[in-house]
């Protein structure tokens, strides 16, 4: 289940535990944003759906690849990014 | 089935204020206009309304502050807005609760000359906030994930948005009023979020908007056109812009309520004269089309070309230039939908956007990125 909700949101129980993931998975879809929303960040970058191999989405990033080479299906991997001395963001690469 | 409560009840008055880039008066004022337009396009005056929904996008004004404004006369208000609003002042006159709703709304002194972009479509929060994600993104992963499946092209979005910008043109109300765009100008124009181009997505601006509904037996009493509801339901599906929009789980939004709407009717897709499709983006309509059934799944892409949606064709959509060219101001565009509907059955948009022979119009409100969508059925015959 994510993003993270107070009682299941399938059976509506209350025992949930925090499960870790493999961090592989593949591009569900994705856009590339040319037009930022806030100025800080700088474009074009990849926003994307991932599916994570246990079956759920989670929103990110995708780096470490060219815009125009991204596909749907694609095979990825998170990779954790120091973004300040603070914030660290679960990204994900091309995997390979 | 029995029949609809929603069966008692009509629309009488439609009205939508001017609408600017910037509003020209404060949002009071243009609430005030809003409120006194919709009850003299009905043929009432402000002191017949005793059921009263009141919003303002900046200011927050509410109904029960607007009653106020009314000598204390509505005994009913409402809190929900745009087709739900329409829904839960149809629930209100069938109960007995009131005779005569007054739905009103009005958004001025959002934007400034720094600021354009509307707030909403900038979701502040840990989930979405961080990968620079906004509400064209996120309708975007939607769409490209529809074209990923059934190979939808850019093309058909372009269709789409080209045929609404087009009724925009022709209407002197509208924002864009005399900006023709092709589906190439479309394509053309610089991208935003792939596959949306500029000219695939909503415009920015301000203005006020009202509707009057009362009973069919009051209706009867008035000097004007009364537009019958046939049908309406709400489809919820958690928080937008924090859940990513899956498309095997959201693409479908508004199936369900476009079901419950056509069955309280008693009517299909196919009785559908003119579609005031909710236009946030191109896509959403291709997207709409299969949700409610006008088409199978996957072939909405086909289903919009060959001039089949615009205002001469098989199913004219969003025919008074909708979000892309006539107005996307705050809490009022929602609203706009039924009101587009009404003034399009009423023969009050231009001849040149008016649909021979109408008798049945569907509205929408919402989309598969924003995880709701809302749907109305309204018509010139009782049901």
């Excluded at chain 1, 925090?18 to 040319?34: D, L, N, P």
């Amino acid at each position: 289940m994510f993003i993270p909700q107070p009682i299941c949101t399938g059976c509506q129980g209350d025992h949930l535990e925090w499960v870790e993931s493999s961090g592989r998975g593949r591009v569900y879809s994705f856009t590339t944003v040319h037009r930022p929303p806030r100025p800080e960040f700088d474009v074009p970058y990849v926003v994307a759906i991932v599916e994570l191999d246990e079956g759920w989405h989670m929103l990110t990033n995708l780096i470490g690849c060219e815009p125009n080479s991204v596909q749907v299906d694609m095979p990825v991997e998170v990779s954790f990014e120091r973004m300040s001395e603070e914030i660290t963001l679960p990204m994900f690469r091309p995997v390979g | 089935m029995s029949r609809s409560p929603f069966h008692d009840v009509a629309i009488v008055g439609a009205y939508n204020t001017v609408q600017a880039k910037t509003a020209d008066q404060p949002e009071m004022g243009l609430l005030l206009d809003s409120m006194r337009g919709a009850v003299a396009s009905a043929g009432l005056s402000l002191g017949d309304v005793d059921g009263l929904n009141v919003t303002s996008s900046v200011q927050r004004y509410n109904s029960r502050e607007a009653v106020a404004l009314l000598g204390g006369n509505p005994s009913w208000t409402g809190v929900d807005i745009g087709i739900p609003a329409v829904i839960e002042a149809a629930f209100a006159i069938s109960a007995g609760l009131a005779d005569v709703v007054l739905i009103a709304t009005a958004q001025a002194s959002e934007y400034t000359d720094r600021v354009k972009t509307a707030p909403w479509t900038r979701p502040s929060n840990e989930f979405v906030e961080c990968w620079g994600l906004y509400t064209a993104a996120e309708f975007a992963l939607i769409a490209r994930r529809h074209m990923h499946l059934y190979g939808t092209k850019p093309e058909s979005l372009a269709e789409v948005a080209s045929a609404i910008r087009s009724n925009g043109a022709r209407n002197p109300a509208a924002l864009h009023y005399g900006r023709e765009v092709s589906p190439g100008d479309v394509l053309n124009s610089r991208m935003v979020a792939d596959p949306f181009h500029l000219l695939d997505c909503a415009v920015t601006c301000e203005g006020g908007a009202g509707l009057v509904m009362t009973s069919i037996e009051r209706a009867r009493d008035l000097d004007v056109e009364p537009v019958y509801i046939h049908g309406g339901a709400i489809e919820r599906q958690g928080m937008a812009y924090m859940t990513p929009p899956v498309w095997d789980r959201y693409g479908h939004s508004g199936r369900t309520a476009a079901r419950k709407a056509f069955g309280q009717a008693g009517l299909t897709p196919a009785d559908v004269d003119v579609a005031e499709f909710y236009d946030p983006f191109s896509f959403e309509i291709i997207r709409q089309l299969e949700a409610f059934e006008f088409c199978a799944e996957g072939e909405g892409g086909d289903f919009v070309m060959d001039g089949r949606i615009r205002i001469d064709g098989e199913l004219p959509i969003v025919t008074n230039g909708g979000l892309m060219s006539f107005s996307h101001a705050g809490l009022a565009q929602l609203l706009q939908k039924p009101i587009a509907a009404v003034q399009q059955l009423r023969g009050e948009l231009p001849e040149v956007l008016t649909v021979p022979g109408a008798k049945l119009a569907l509205a929408s409100n919402g989309g598969a990125g924003a995880l709701f969508c809302d749907v109305l059925l309204v018509g010139t015959e009782q049901p």
